[in-house]
Nanobody
Framework: QVQLVESGGGLVQAGGSLRLSCQASGRTFLSYAMGWFRQASGKEREFVAYIRWSASDTRYTDSVKGRFTISRDNAKNSVFLQMNSLKPEDTAVYYC?????????????????WGEGTQVTVSS
């Protein structure tokens, strides 16, 4: 069992930055690929990024490439999402999720554990 707790959301102006954090419980953190998803009001949950073991093995959705960076600190059982050049369309609840490391994909169905989410609001 893995518990995930997100933090770092908030209100920011367009063009600003936020850094989301996700703290995972358990001693098998390295067994999991970590992903970030988001869900805007009235829309379906969508993939943002995932990371397997290191920064050399990541994937992003096209709309955030060059603006968002996913990273992980395996010693601290944590994963991060650095979000720069934020746009109003990035407004959503952001969720951290864990998948078996070989099953990581942009599909939400690949992920076993989910956090409760943190709200990000970008004002224009």
């Amino acid at each position: 069992q893995v518990q995930l707790v997100e933090s770092g959301g908030g209100l920011v102006q367009a063009g600003g930055s936020l850094r989301l954090s996700c703290q995972a419980s358990g001693r098998t953190f390295l067994s999991y690929a970590m992903g970030w998803f988001r869900q805007a009001s009235g829309k379906e949950r969508e993939f943002v990024a995932y990371i397997r073991w290191s920064a050399s093995d990541t994937r992003y959705t096209d709309s955030v490439k060059g603006r968002f960076t996913i990273s992980r600190d395996n010693a601290k059982n944590s994963v991060f999402l650095q979000m720069n050049s934020l746009k109003p369309e990035d407004t959503a609840v952001y969720y951290c999720a864990a998948a078996n490391v070989l099953s990581a994909s942009p599909q939400a169905e690949s992920y076993i554990y989910w956090g409760e989410g943190t709200q990000v609001t970008v004002s224009s």
